[in-house]
């Protein structure tokens, strides 16, 4: 389940999307599979050859990237390796991270 994310940041995210870039949404979330995390970060890129050579950098594999029809297809970060990526790519939120 997601939660604290406001229409403008997702419309935002979008946005970076629809212009070629790849774009972070640092959200919220819930999900009884992963009871340590409690925020997932989307990655996402039009270019899904330009995502998945991102992807390359931190060890994600292509056939991780969740693809949509509408375009928005992205890789889902969660826990500490979300953390690492987030820190590297200077885009942490870091009021997500506090204990």
């Not at 629809?18 to 409690?38: K, M, Q, S, V």
């Not at 969660?78 to 790519?89: N, S, T």
């Amino acid at each position: 389940m997601a939660f604290g994310i406001k229409r403008e940041e997702l419309r935002a995210w979008k946005k970076k999307i629809d212009r070629g870039e790849i774009a972070f949404l640092t959200h919220y979330w819930l999900d009884d599979r992963f009871p340590d995390c409690n925020t997932v970060t989307k990655v996402g890129c039009r270019d899904l050859d330009q995502l998945a050579k991102w992807g390359e950098t931190y060890n994600l594999k292509r056939e991780w990237i969740h693809h949509r029809e509408n375009g928005y297809s992205h890789f889902d970060l969660l826990g500490e390796h979300q953390k690492r990526v987030l820190l590297h790519e200077k885009a942490a939120e870091t009021k997500l991270f506090k204990k």
